[in-house]
């Protein structure tokens, strides 16, 4: 399978290990943002397993949580973004409103199975709070990291990901500050952006990439590009304007 982008992604360098010229992806990336509440079917109902958002230190650092949800070769993977806010930042002011614009992360990672999620929240978030249970689920900090982080690999999405011919989507809160703004989905994003190769190395990752659009995207029997761009947008539900592409010129023989 040949990888045809404007950008580069970690798992590029292994097309040169025997891949087939003639099988060609064509990776842009598109992204929509959403309020929290109006995320489309079927990313809706992806959760963060009761993960708080946000832990305040008592130093006045803040520890800030988001729950990554990424669609890749028919697989659903979730992963935790660990940032670290510190209080020496400049323009570091106190909590308040749940929000700290002015500040930004000395120190963030992603995670994507529990002993290192937890590891990494140890060195800054005190033990007691990663073992309080909360009031409601009973569940302590550290085995909610491991309920959300313990099953990788899972189908739910595959029919969807099958349907409207999406090979990698990425699902993530974004944030101005510690505070939360939108929900961002996104087709085909780099994603070395989520450190995805802590979970696939290069080439795995392009292995699988590449069984799934040669396999179960575009088989033999069927057309390399099936369903035009704006049917399919449509169908995910996003409006005509959330995927633009650049402009073609028009040849006339």
């Known amino acids: 399978m040949r990888v045809l982008s404007k950008f580069r992604d970690y ?96 120190d963030e990672h992603v995670f994507y199975n529990a002993p290192g999620a937890i590891a990494d929240l140890s060195r800054h978030v005190p033990e ?36 409207q011919r999406v090979a990698i989507a990425v699902k993530e809160a974004e944030r101005r500050g510690v505070g939360v703004s939108r929900v961002s989905l996104t087709l085909n994003p780099a994603l070395e952006t989520v450190e995805f190769y802590r979970l696939f190395d290069a080439y795995q990752a392009y292995q699988e990439l590449d069984m799934f659009w040669g396999g179960v995207l575009a088989p033999e029997s069927r057309p390399m590009v099936g369903i035009a761009d704006k049917y399919r947008i449509a169908q995910a539900g996003f409006d005509q304007l959330s995927f633009r592409k650049s402009p073609t010129k028009r040849h006339t023989g």
């Open 128 to 163: 007691k709070e990663l073992k309080a249970k909360g009031w409601r689920s009973k569940r302590t900090l550290a085995e909610k990291v491991g309920d959300f982080l313990g099953e990788q690999g899972r189908t739910e999405l595959f029919d969807w990901a099958v349907t």
């Open 11 to 106: 798992y590029d360098n292994a097309q040169a290990l025997g891949a087939d010229k003639t099988r060609v992806f064509v990776r842009t990336a598109a992204r929509q943002q959403f309020a929290e509440g109006a995320v489309p079917v079927p990313w809706n109902g992806l959760t963060a397993a009761g993960i708080p958002r946000r832990i305040e230190i008592a130093d006045g650092s803040v520890v800030a949580l988001d729950a990554l949800h990424i669609l890749f070769a028919g697989k659903l993977y979730r992963g935790l973004r660990v940032r670290l806010y510190g209080r020496h930042l400049r323009g570091y002011r106190p909590p308040r409103d749940h929000d700290l614009t002015d500040c930004y992360a000395v």
